[in-house]
């Protein structure tokens, strides 16, 4: 938009008429040089000013639908009710336009293809968005060439797009001025930006539950296909490729040091085998994304030059990748093995399940004998440790559908409502189910030594069923609690006979009050 397209110009602080609009409202004046004359004459410049600040707002509004429509690539109509005819968008960008201290708006496109406008970034739903900013305070239609106004797009994946604009853009332009200052300085400039560079690069990462390796930025001073022999001489270049494999190395320390999910809440379904078949799978495929990135042409031409200057970072990072080695197999054949028991145990605990409690006896035989046979058959399975993890974790799950059947508030509604039966029957149901799967699982440890003496199950029944041992033991109490209960609750309805009735029952009635 030009200085022509806008009526009204900037002078000082206030709007002022073009010469044009004051020399036709002086000649439409009255020439009798009598009072009502000059407020005719005053009334014509304030009509005059009115329309042309209107035709300025107005322009500026054509302006913003030109540019929302050009770099979004939709069509008019769209644009048009969303600058012009829906009343709420309309007063955004009107407040944009007249308002000084609104020096931001955003303009994008929802899920629903639908067109939005605001001050704020969208948290999500957000395919593309532009904005406009102003890099002063000032009214829009009053600035006749927008010299004061940004504009530009930000993609859905703005880390991304921020990692590939340093890298790109920012980077070359950096080292292409960087001979106008001391070597000091420039050597200070570099680093930093290149920890801004890795740090941003790491962020995209997270962001995407993934491990990414920052790779040392191009020199745009370098041809491509410059021989590894030829960069031993710059040592800055050496030294930017060292601090590349020491960020690696700590990014690839943080990932083997993890370990699997340990604690367990009693009952949380989160902490049962869901989180085990979860951390094998994010395992698998963050290491396996490591690994694929440490075969790179990048990667291995970064340690080629290392072992070419013969730094002392080659020998240790080459046994580190023999480790990240060893880590995705484990993982990865973990995860192989657990896939079918996952899927087995999510037909029965999962969130669309619909096997009642009483019917989940069917489940233990089918996913102990999958355990047997994961634990004689693969390769980083085969110990103690993993076999009592994932053995912990069912005895968890065990419990989190028993305690969607019955718990402690369902019980005390029951007794309340003269319903003690009914929580007899639960309880003892409860523990039916949970004596079933310790049953179950003592036949299989015997098959297990049988059929693989040389690799028995070596595991102490208490570390595997501490946590449901404390559960049914609970449920034992509640359960006499409750049949006694019910018991004093019968009294009420006894009637007592014999010569000494009256006393009787007056007992009667003070061991129920009492006990009830």
């Given at each position: 938009?030009?200085?022509?397209?806008?009526?009204?110009?900037?002078?000082?602080?206030?709007?002022?008429?073009?010469?044009?609009?004051?020399?036709?409202?002086?000649?439409?004046?009255?020439?009798?040089?009598?009072?009502?004359?000059?407020?005719?004459?005053?009334?014509?410049?304030?009509?005059?000013?009115?329309?042309?600040?209107?035709?300025?707002?107005?322009?500026?509004?054509?302006?913003?639908?030109?540019?929302?429509?050009?770099?979004?690539?939709?069509?008019?109509?769209?644009?048009?009710?969303?600058?012009?005819?829906?009343?709420?968008?309309?007063?955004?960008?009107?407040?944009?336009?007249?308002e000084?201290?609104?020096?931001?708006?955003?303009?994008?496109?929802g899920?629903?293809?639908?067109?939005?406008?605001?001050?704020?970034?969208?948290?999500?739903?957000?395919?593309?968005?532009?904005?406009?900013?102003?890099?002063r305070?000032?009214?829009?239609?009053?600035?006749?060439?927008?010299?004061?106004?940004?504009?530009?797009?930000?993609?859905?994946?703005?880390?991304?797009?921020?990692?590939?604009?340093?890298?790109?853009?920012?980077?070359?332009v950096?080292?292409?001025?960087?001979?106008?200052?001391?070597?000091?300085?420039?050597?200070?400039?570099?680093?930093?930006?290149?920890?801004?560079?890795?740090?941003?690069?790491?962020?995209?990462?997270?962001?995407?539950?993934?491990?990414?390796?920052?790779?040392?930025?191009?020199?745009?001073?370098?041809?491509?296909?410059?021989?590894?022999?030829?960069?031993?001489?710059?040592?800055?270049?050496?030294?930017?490729?060292?601090?590349?494999v020491?960020?690696?190395?700590?990014?690839?320390?943080?990932?083997?040091?993890?370990?699997?999910?340990?604690?367990?809440?009693?009952?949380?379904?989160?902490?049962?085998?869901?989180?085990?078949?979860?951390?094998?799978a994010?395992?698998?495929?963050?290491?396996?994304?490591?690994?694929?990135?440490?075969?790179?042409?990048?990667?291995?031409?970064?340690?080629?030059?290392?072992?070419?200057?013969?730094?002392?970072?080659?020998?240790?990072?080459?046994?580190?990748?023999?480790?990240?080695?060893?880590?995705?197999?484990?993982?990865?054949?973990?995860?192989?093995?657990?896939?079918?028991?996952?899927?087995?145990?999510?037909?029965?605990?999962?969130?669309?399940?619909?096997?009642?409690?009483?019917?989940?006896?069917?489940?233990?035989?089918?996913?102990?004998?999958?355990?047997?046979?994961?634990?004689?058959?693969?390769?980083?399975?085969?110990n103690?440790?993993?076999?009592?993890?994932?053995?912990e974790?069912?005895?968890n799950?065990?419990?989190?559908?028993?305690?969607?059947y019955?718990?402690?508030?369902?019980?005390?509604?029951?007794?309340?409502?003269?319903?003690?039966?009914?929580?007899?029957?639960?309880?003892?149901?409860?523990?039916?189910?949970?004596?079933?799967?310790?049953?179950?699982?003592?036949?299989?440890?015997?098959?297990?030594?049988?059929?693989?003496?040389?690799?028995?199950?070596?595991?102490?029944?208490?570390?595997?069923?501490?946590?449901?041992?404390?559960?049914?033991?609970?449920?034992?109490?509640?359960?006499?609690?409750?049949?006694?209960?019910?018991?004093f609750?019968?009294?009420?309805?006894?009637?007592?006979?014999?010569t000494?009735?009256?006393?009787?029952?007056?007992?009667?009635?003070?061991?129920?009050?009492?006990?009830?």
């Amino acid at each position: 938009m030009c200085s022509s397209d806008l009526v009204v110009s900037r002078t000082g602080s206030g709007l002022t008429l073009p010469d044009e609009a004051l020399q036709h409202s002086l000649e439409s004046a009255p020439d009798d040089g009598n009072e009502s004359g000059l407020l005719e004459s005053g009334d014509g410049i304030d009509e005059a000013g009115g329309k042309a600040q209107e035709n300025a707002v107005e322009s500026s509004l054509q302006w913003f639908r030109g540019r929302v429509q050009s770099m979004l690539r939709l069509r008019s109509d769209r644009v048009d009710y969303l600058v012009t005819r829906n009343p709420d968008t309309k007063r955004i960008f009107l407040d944009f336009i007249q308002e000084p201290a609104r020096r931001r708006l955003l303009v994008w496109p929802g899920e629903d293809d639908e067109l939005h406008a605001g001050y704020d970034m969208p948290s999500d739903g957000r395919k593309k968005a532009i904005y406009f900013i102003k890099q002063r305070s000032f009214k829009v239609e009053e600035d006749g060439n927008l010299s004061g106004l940004m504009m530009g797009d930000l993609p859905s994946d703005v880390l991304e797009h921020l990692s590939a604009v340093s890298h790109e853009v920012l980077y070359p332009v950096l080292m292409a001025g960087r001979g106008k200052e001391p070597d000091s300085i420039n050597k200070e400039i570099s680093d930093v930006f290149h920890k801004f560079l890795s740090q941003v690069y790491l962020t995209v990462g997270q962001t995407q539950g993934k491990t990414l390796l920052p790779l040392p930025p191009r020199d745009p001073n370098q041809k491509e296909g410059t021989e590894a022999r030829m960069v031993k001489t710059d040592k800055e270049r050496v030294h930017v490729l060292e601090s590349c494999v020491a960020t690696w190395t700590q990014q690839i320390k943080n990932v083997l040091r993890q370990e699997p999910p340990t604690f367990i809440y009693p009952g949380d379904i989160k902490t049962g085998t869901v989180s085990e078949f979860s951390y094998w799978a994010n395992r698998a495929k963050d290491l396996t994304s490591i690994h694929d990135q440490l075969r790179s042409n990048k990667v291995l031409k970064v340690l080629q030059i290392l072992e070419v200057t013969k730094s002392t970072y080659e020998k240790p990072f080459q046994k580190l990748v023999k480790e990240v080695a060893l880590a995705k197999h484990e993982a990865c054949d973990i995860h192989l093995y657990f896939c079918p028991l996952a899927k087995l145990l999510e037909d029965y605990n999962g969130p669309r399940t619909t096997t009642r409690f009483q019917e989940i006896g069917r489940m233990f035989r089918p996913a102990l004998y999958m355990i047997s046979l994961i634990y004689a058959n693969s390769e980083c399975c085969s110990n103690t440790a993993r076999l009592q993890a994932i053995l912990e974790k069912l005895c968890n799950d065990v419990i989190h559908l028993a305690l969607q059947y019955v718990s402690g508030a369902q019980i005390f509604s029951l007794i309340e409502n003269e319903e003690a039966g009914t929580a007899v029957e639960q309880l003892k149901t409860t523990l039916r189910v949970c004596g079933a799967f310790k049953s179950t699982y003592f036949d299989y440890r015997q098959t297990a030594e049988a059929e693989c003496p040389s690799n028995p199950w070596r595991i102490q029944n208490n570390a595997i069923f501490m946590r449901l041992d404390s559960f049914l033991e609970r449920c034992h109490d509640i359960l006499d609690l409750t049949q006694t209960i019910l018991q004093f609750t019968k009294l009420a309805k006894i009637e007592v006979g014999g010569t000494n009735r009256s006393e009787e029952r007056r007992v009667g009635k003070e061991c129920r009050s009492r006990w009830s």
